[in-house]
């Protein structure tokens, strides 16, 4: 939990600030819309024909927030402010369903209830009263984020109330037998031994002409792939955290008993929760200096945010709205103006350290809203503002001649490769029919087989696994091959591939007796959460809930 904080926190605008100044919080809230007349509206959608309140949306986004923390152990990345966002909207949005079902079922969980999930899901067996110091540690890290211990467990409430809908509601599934599920296992088990032969573009290459009669033309049917993306250009200012250091050593140094937070963190943590690069465990002295460190590099964060959020609220002011308005207030303000060198969607400013977000905010800007809200960086807050677009073309072939010509080659190299594989094939069928081994076919075609690791259905990453072969193809094509027979050509990206099956050997009923019980309860499970999935869906339609839609946007 004690990663570095700035460079996995992102925090919801509206909590962080709302204790300061209310226009804050609407120049940074995700969802907070401007209308021409300068008026706010902030929307957060219906369900069950009722509003949804602001505070019912930011309980379930607080709770959507904590559910990702525990998920991953770093606060919801705060690189892709936006993608973020829309994420845990869903989440939110989600929950708030869930609350509402279990609150119509008369779902009720006990304080009991909620004691025994901390216990269940934050003990350590080798440390005495692990539970209550990782409980602590998570009400102080939340803290750190502006969420309150009562978030926490109202999360925790919800958590177990959402386990008995999934148990309750998985129980109406079909159930599977043990019959049922001991054949499946044999089918996804059974162990394949195979060889297979490989026939790679790359080896073609050398074989291709380029004939400018076919290459025009090859560039014609592709003209899109060589399409110059839109770009933009944006002015943009920016709030460094570090020039706000002073400011949160003389905010820290006002708490007198921050030594003791430290140490109490520290303790709560346990020594062994600090470790260097090198995984040594830190002495005391240098963890506790992380530990102040995190706090300090915290509040230049939030300082840095509340002063972007109090220069936008200066913007907002100036009318009428045009991407001039940042030059301006920047002036007047005496912060410096940057420009950025045309870039791409894809390649996103070569200026910027984190481009992800800046570049999602720079191609959202357009006439009618030329200047951004925050947009959080990796080390810095920026406020953009559109300077100019350069539209999309297509380039002449001149202009990309070399690009196309390599891709002309590597494309016909791979319809050689494909020839020449599927011609492989036909020969193998004809001596296979004829009793020769594959051994012999490859070598009459002067290609080399390859032998593959004993895999099964349920193989995943095997180590020694030829790359140039998925894994998931060669399992799909197995399942269909006759023992001392091959495939047919498998198309692959780099050409091909022919898989040849030399013997099946199936489970032992040793082994399908130790794994039968374990696979029996997995496949029950996913049973319980197939019919709880079907039936959440159908939840979400009878609360008629505003659901975002893939762009993003609520439906």
């Known amino acids: 939990m004690f990663a570095t904080i700035r460079k996995h926190q992102t925090w919801l ?28 509206q902030s929307q957060f959608g219906t369900m069950n024909g009722h509003a949804i309140t602001a505070k019912m949306y930011l309980a379930a986004y607080n709770e959507a927030q904590i559910q990702q923390f525990l998920r991953s152990g770093s606060w919801p990345d705060r690189g892709d402010a936006r993608r973020t966002s829309q994420q845990l909207d869903l989440q939110a949005r989600q929950r708030l369903v869930l609350i509402d079902r279990m609150n119509k079922l008369g779902v009720r969980v006990s304080d009991a ?38 978030s926490l467990v109202d999360f925790i409430r919800h958590e177990v109330g959402i386990s008995h809908l999934i148990a309750v509601v998985g129980l109406a599934g079909e159930p599977i037998t043990p019959r049922e599920a001991a054949a499946q296992y044999r089918r996804l088990n059974e162990r394949l031994d195979t060889e297979a032969v490989v026939f790679s573009a790359s080896n ?36 460094n955290f570090t020039n706000y250091t002073a400011q949160a050593d003389e905010f820290l140094a006002k708490r007198t008993n921050l030594t003791a937070e430290i140490d109490a963190l520290y303790l709560k943590a346990g020594a062994n929760r600090f470790v260097d690069t090198n995984g040594q465990v830190m002495t005391p002295e240098v963890a506790k200096a992380k530990i102040r460190q995190q706090t300090v590099e915290e509040q230049e964060l939030l300082a840095a945010r509340r002063a972007a959020a109090k220069f936008g609220t200066e913007l907002e002011k100036l009318k009428p709205v045009k991407a001039e308005n940042l030059a301006t207030l920047a002036a007047t303000n005496g912060i410096p103006l940057n420009t950025t060198a045309p870039f791409s969607e894809i390649e996103g400013p070569r200026e910027i350290s984190q481009r992800q977000a800046f570049t999602r905010a720079a191609f959202g800007l357009s006439e009618e ?12 807050v920026y406020i953009l503002a559109l300077k100019g677009r350069i539209p999309s073309e297509v380039p002449p072939l001149e202009a990309v001649r070399e690009r196309v010509t390599s891709d002309f080659k590597r494309d016909q190299a791979q319809l050689l490769a494909r020839e020449a594989g599927t011609n492989f094939v036909t020969s193998l069928t004809n001596l296979l029919a004829q009793g020769k081994t594959f051994a012999d076919a490859c070598a009459e075609a002067k290609v080399t087989p390859i032998p593959l690791p004993q895999f099964s259905g349920a193989s995943r990453n095997l180590p020694d696994w030829d790359r140039r072969i998925n894994i998931e193809q060669a399992k799909y094509v197995a399942k269909n091959v006759e023992t001392g027979k091959a495939s047919a050509l498998v198309p692959t990206a780099d050409g091909g591939f022919v898989l040849y099956l030399k013997a099946r050997e199936a489970v032992k009923d040793s082994e399908l007796k130790d794994a039968l019980p374990g696979y029996l309860a997995e496949l029950r499970e996913q049973g319980e959460f197939s019919t709880f999935n079907d039936w959440f869906q159908h939840q979400i339609e009878l609360t008629g809930i505003d659901m975002p839609s893939a762009n993003g946007e609520s439906q």
């Open 113 to 150: 209830m909620v004691a025994r999930w901390i216990e269940d899901n934050f003990s350590n067996n080798s440390q005495p009263n692990s539970a209550r110091a990782m409980y602590l540690e998570l009400v102080s890290q939340l803290a750190r984020h502006g969420l309150t211990e009562s």
């Open 369 to 380: 809203r030329p200047i951004s809200s925050g947009v959080v960086g990796e080390d810095a």
């Open 13 to 40: 605008w509206g909590l962080i600030i709302a204790a300061t100044i209310v226009s804050f919080v609407i120049f940074f809230t995700p969802g907070a819309t401007h209308s021409g007349g300068g008026r706010i």
């Open 204 to 239: 073609f290459l050398a074989s291709v002409q380029v004939d400018p009669d076919q290459l025009a033309r090859f560039y014609t049917n592709r003209q899109q792939f060589y399409r110059v993306p839109e770009k933009v250009q944006v002015q943009y200012i920016r709030f």
